[in-house]
């Protein structure tokens, strides 16, 4: 089982990322799919949610009406779009999935927001 996110980078206030979780070895298509962000010295924050037919998604309110999660289930892939971006928003992003029986985690891609 494999989960690796990327797209993380600097970037300005305001900017815009995407991030990508590429998931391998599972039957993605069974699962639902997180994003998590972890700064330092800060709890690790749920973000955005997706379930599996993708039909349907939920947001912490830090970040909604900002970011937007999203999955492929023919690439086995989810994304996080984030716009907007403020320092604040300054993390690891963290990718997982999880059903009733499993929960595999990424290893995280880090996004910087500054000037």
């Known amino acids: 089982v494999q989960l690796v996110e990327s797209g993380g980078d600097l970037v300005q206030p305001g900017g815009s990322l995407r991030l990508s979780c590429d998931c391998r070895?599972?039957?993605?298509?069974?699962?639902?799919v997180s994003w998590y962000r972890q700064a330092p010295g800060k709890e690790r924050e749920l973000v955005a949610t997706?379930?599996?037919?993708?039909?349907?998604?939920t947001y912490a309110d830090s970040v909604k009406g900002r970011f937007t999660i999203s999955r492929d289930n023919a690439k086995n892939m989810a994304y996080l779009q984030m716009n907007s971006l403020q320092p604040e928003d300054t993390a690891v992003y963290l990718c997982?999935?999880?059903?009733?029986?499993?929960?595999?985690w990424g290893r995280g891609t880090q996004v910087t927001v500054s000037s």
């Open positions: 070895g599972f039957t993605f298509s069974r699962f639902g």
């Open positions: 997706i379930i599996s037919s993708g039909s349907r998604s």
């Open positions: 997982s999935a999880r059903n009733s029986l499993y929960d595999y």
